[in-house]
């Protein structure tokens, strides 16, 4: 079982829809990444939280907006997505932003645009 | 511009056979390199993290080198089962990107019992 926890495992919105993914970790870890992975391709980052501060924003456009309310929590609010939106959304976390610190990721929340 | 790439992009073994999946960047000034497994619709489970100074990691049937002057990280599975099908990502870090994760495209592995 992994212990980054996403929810919901899917989801079905469309165009004019608002919605939230959640990610909750228990592990202590103070960073916290959002990535999106379209089918047969590698992950991509879209945002990076440390200590609750968003570090980096991969210039993501502004229908996509993180959260990180507490250091176990990290939300991502969805508003006017596009078809091309659709795509598993994965959250990760390791102990600190650092370079030497594996990052462990959630099974992930299937996202369909209609 | 670091690149990752993982040849073959699909591997056939039949169960019982040693599996050697291959990862090569083309900047060596990296920090570390992580393997992943990855299960068909699900997220990343994280199976080595091989510093620059290290030259294998080991973890049960599981065996990662790392020739970081050739760029180059083999991941070695012994007698593979079918539940070790999945796809296998390679991800790096290194000095121009910092703690961003760059990823292979993958190898898919199926283990044919």
Redesign the interface.
Known sequence: D?E?T?TPKHLVMGMTNKKSLKCEQHMGHRAMYWYKQKAK???E?MF?YSYEKLS?NESVPSRFSPECPNSSLLNLHLHALQPEDSA?Y?C?SSQH????Q???????T?LSIL | KQEVTQIPAALSVPEGENLVLNCSFTDSAI??L?W?RQDP??????LL?I?SSQREQTSGRLNASLDKSSGRSTLYIAASQPGDSATY?C?V?DEAA????T????TRVLVKP
């Open positions: 992994t980054v996403q391709k590698p992950p980052l990076v980096i598993l994965l990760a932003y650092r370079v030497d594996p990052q462990h990721f959630g099974d992930g299937r | 920090y570390n992580q992943f619709g699900k997220g990343l489970t994280s993290l510093q990502l991800a870090r910092g703690n961003k994760l990823f292979g495209g993958g």
